[in-house]
């Protein structure tokens, strides 16, 4: 299960809408070991598409330098859909790096990114999908 903060949650949700109709990207790094998000990370969607994303090379060696500094690991890789529901494509698949992390994936899709949204969340490890419950809490 994912356990975020409703600021988190807000702050991920504003970040899909504000880049609607591409998709946004950006991660949610927490204390190693400890499996909590607490840093909101938006990234810059280097695709700048509407049905793709990438995170820029320069950005992410920057973003893991960094967290490497803090003592921080990647707690949630995020990004949007703006044509399809939050369920992780190939592609995101492909993408999915780092087994400890939860996927969370905001649809915008029917909505131009003002109206209702899909908010879940994948374990995504050896290519396997395994959607899991989110609990939003107002602080840990």
């Known amino acids: 299960m994912l356990t975020i903060t409703r600021a988190l949650y807000d702050q991920i949700v504003a970040h ?9 990207c950006g991660v949610v790094a927490g204390p190693a070991g400890t499996g909590r ?10 695709a700048r598409s ?4 990438e995170f820029d090379s320069g950005d992410l060696l920057k973003l893991y330098r960094e967290m490497d500094d ?10 949007s859909h703006t044509a399809t529901e939050a369920y992780p494509s ?6 999915a790096n ?7 994936l905001v649809s915008t899709a029917d909505t ?3 109206g209702p949204f899909q908010f ?13 419950e989110v609990e939003v809490v107002e602080t840990y």
Request: charged share 30%.
């Open 70 to 79: 803090r003592d921080e690991e990647p707690v949630v890789v995020y990004h």
């Open 112 to 114: 131009d990114g003002a």
């Open 120 to 132: 879940r969340s994948y374990r995504i490890v050896d290519g396997e999908i395994t959607e899991e």
């Open 37 to 46: 998000p607490e840093r909101f990370i938006p990234m810059l969607n280097a």
């Open 50 to 53: 509407p049905t793709f994303y």
């Open 98 to 104: 780092e087994p400890g992390a939860h996927y969370v």
């Open 90 to 95: 190939r592609t995101d698949v492909t993408y």
């Open 16 to 24: 899909a809408r504000a880049d609607h109709p591409d998709e946004a």
